[in-house]
């Protein structure tokens, strides 16, 4: 079965420390790996989208990297802020389920001032 | 800047009724998604279209039906609500690409339904 695992499920930091975020998936045939965040009650918001051929991805503070032969990808966010203090999901679409994502359960980040 | 816009944030509904989720994206996007989200559980796909009046079941779809007639609208409908379909319920869009399995997938606010 093609899953997708994010450990730990939760984690605490003070402000100002880097940190990063894991992602495995059990297949290395995808098309692309997404990361969202979740804030409580609200939708996702996209933050980095990998496509397969590429090894990393950057956005301000923020940047994924994928590995598929080891099937993990990374996302390491830079001088946290209690800003960043949310529920932080990866998305994968695996060749075999075009189109259709498969997320893994999260990781609840709280970054204490 | 892509924009997936659900109906209702916060629905109440008697066991019984019939449910209508609206969402709407304004990017001209092909593939829609229904999915519910609930504490342990987490994201759950109920249904997924990927053209207008085209669907696809998801891994949950029992008790939903889905209308898709226009390709900007999707539909979720609770035939008759159930206490057990209260939770979280999101939409989201993405772009069909061929070869590349679909891009950036965009979410809606959610609506949070309740069934009494």
């Known amino acids: ?113 | 800047d892509v924009k997936v816009t659900q109906s209702s944030r916060y629905l109440v509904k008697r066991t019984g009724e019939k449910v209508f989720l609206e969402c709407v994206q304004d990017m001209d996007h092909e593939n829609m998604f229904w999915y519910r989200q609930d504490p342990g559980l987490g994201l759950r796909l109920i249904y997924f279209s990927y053209d207008v009046k085209m669907k696809e079941k998801g891994d949950i779809p029992e008790g939903y039906s889905v209308s898709r007639e226009k390709k900007e609208r999707f539909s979720l409908i609770l035939e008759s609500a159930s206490t057990n379909q209260t939770s979280m319920y999101l939409c989201a869009s993405s772009l069909y690409s061929l070869g590349r399995g679909g891009t950036e997938a965009f979410f809606g606010q959610g609506t949070r339904l309740t069934v009494v």
């Open chain 1, 1 to 113: 079965k093609q899953e997708v695992t994010q450990i730990p499920a939760a984690l605490s930091v003070p402000e100002g420390e880097n940190l990063v975020l894991n992602c495995s998936f059990t297949d290395s045939a995808i098309y692309n790996l997404q990361w969202f965040r979740q804030d409580p009650g609200k939708g996702l918001t996209s933050l980095l989208l990998i496509q397969s051929s590429q090894r990393e991805q950057t956005s301000g503070r923020l940047n994924a990297s994928l590995d598929k032969s080891s099937g993990r990808s990374t996302l390491y966010i830079a001088a946290s802020q209690p800003g960043d203090s949310a529920t932080y999901l990866c998305a994968v679409i695996y060749l075999t389920n075009a189109g259709k994502s498969t997320f893994g359960d999260g990781t609840t980040l709280t970054v204490k001032p």
